[in-house]
């Protein structure tokens, strides 16, 4: 499967590009490898050639992944819309969960942490297209949301997350990530505690330049590297909607 790793190279490259473009230092722009749906073989490839940063969507997922990768060092973060009867389970495999948009979810998250005594880098997922079948919290809702976030020291806010609209007319694109970097600078002026905000996790293989130009530090990359997947994605984020 030597396609990965061209893949891989071709993406590397594209940073570059709109790093360069955008007058920022490739070192800038982490790579999370967005794995939903694929094989541990296929994601041990990628880890190979010197990947370090693994996204998941599922939490059964992680698990059944667990064993096979464990001896390649990574990291692995949760990215897609965690139940709350799952966050002990998950909380086994991830060192962050970049979709935190709900309070019942953070005092799940709270409770769990307690109990095992740590605390734990967490992002808050924000609804930026406005989109019913999107997850992340309501921008107008976020300074509320993050300011209760911001009293449980179990919880180090590294960042903001947002999935950009899907649309071929990259000024909407565009204004959901400018709206993400936007809510990051108020929130930083605010100076909440357990908030060090240093990480904007926005774009995937159809955006990624213009979430770079708009100070993207952490791009989550799936299709460009593994190919297409077989299921939709309104399966990973529309199922379960929980009843905020
Ligand atoms: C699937 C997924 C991605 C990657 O999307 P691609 O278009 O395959 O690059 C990024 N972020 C989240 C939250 C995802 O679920």
Not at 69 to 78: C, R, V
Request: proline share 2%; glycine share 6%; charged share 30%.
């Amino acid at each position: 499967m030597i396609e990965i790793k061209q893949n891989i190279a071709v993406i590397r490259k594209r940073i570059l590009v709109a790093c360069n473009r955008s007058g920022r230092p490739e070192e800038a722009v982490k790579l999370l490898l967005a794995t939903k749906t694929v094989p541990a073989e296929n994601i041990r490839i990628a880890l190979e050639a010197g990947e370090t940063l693994v996204g998941e969507n599922k939490v059964q997922e992680v698990k059944s992944k667990y064993d096979f990768l464990k001896t390649i060092p990574h990291e692995t973060h949760f990215i897609g819309h965690l139940q709350t009867n799952k966050v002990a389970e998950i909380l086994k495999y991830a060192t962050c969960i970049q979709s935190v948009d709900r309070m019942s979810l953070v005092q799940k998250l709270d409770q769990q942490l307690l109990k095992e005594g740590r605390s734990m880098d967490v992002f808050l997922q924000v609804n930026t297209s406005n989109e019913a079948s999107k997850f992340g919290a309501d921008p107008s809702e976020i300074h509320s949301f993050a300011r209760e976030v911001s009293r449980y020291d179990t919880l180090k806010v590294r960042g903001l997350m947002t999935i950009g609209l899907f649309s071929a007319e990259e000024e909407k694109v565009r204004e959901c990530f400018r709206l993400l970097r936007e809510i990051k600078l108020e929130l930083v002026e605010e100076q909440l505690p357990n908030f060090t905000l240093e990480e904007l996790s926005m774009g995937m293989s159809g955006d990624m330049e213009t979430a770079i130009e708009e100070g993207a530090t952490l791009i989550r990359v799936g299709t460009a590297i593994f190919g297409q997947r077989s299921y939709p994605d309104s399966y990973y984020w529309n199922e379960d909607k929980e009843v905020r």
